[in-house]
């Protein structure tokens, strides 16, 4: 029997949403500057910014002594088809110092596409949902903030059901980070 999801939860399948993280200063910036700094450049490119989360602290990965990443969570609102978002915060990565030589190396700012309006593709890019943000408490602990009846697309799995799967040493070492990511709605809950 199919299960029955609320309005709110129909919605969230029409919506977008881009983690964002980074551990590292660019141009004198901190990480939470150089995010807030992407997601402005971002909307002057005609990707509004919906919701967004707070920001997060999480321990670097899988190098621990390497600096702590500050990381979040946002909604856009764009009518790009998703190969050409994907190009645009690639383009935003550029301009703020990312370069992809080491796969999981620290870095001034990291944009990733973890849902396109609830589509599922296996083949091509974007790979949709992202494909590992279902193993990462740096991106649920986030999402969680804006959209709490999001639903993995490919699975059905329920965010909590994906946080309760996390290892309980990666959930405990997430907090919030203080401050605010940016001036969009949060839609956290009082």
């Known amino acids: 029997m199919p299960s029955c999801r609320t309005e709110s939860e129909n919605r969230a399948g029409n919506r977008i949403y881009v983690a964002l993280g980074a551990n590292q200063a660019y141009r004198r910036r901190t990480p939470l500057e150089n995010l807030r700094r992407a997601l402005n ?10 919701a967004c989360s707070r920001p997060w602290r999480t321990p670097a990965w899988p190098d621990p002594s390497d600096p702590p990443y500050v990381n979040g969570v946002v909604e856009v609102s764009t009518d790009l088809p998703a190969p050409a978002l994907m190009e ?9 110092g990312r370069t992809r030589r080491e796969r999981n190396a620290p870095r001034p700012i990291d944009l990733d596409l973890i849902d396109y309006r609830g589509k599922v593709a296996e083949a091509g890019s ?34 909590d059901q994906l946080i309760g799967r996390l290892p309980a040493a990666d959930r405990r ?18």
């Open 88 to 96: 645009a915060l690639h383009a935003v990565e550029a301009e703020f």
């Open 173 to 190: 070492a997430a907090r919030p980070h203080g401050g605010t990511l940016c001036a969009a709605p949060s839609r956290l809950k009082a």
């Open 41 to 50: 450049r971002l909307q002057s490119q005609g990707i509004e910014i919906a």
């Open 126 to 159: 974007p790979i949709l949902p992202h494909p590992r943000m279902a193993e990462r408490a740096f991106v649920l602990l986030p999402l969680r903030d804006i959209a709490p009846h999001w639903r993995h697309p490919a699975t059905g799995r329920s965010l």
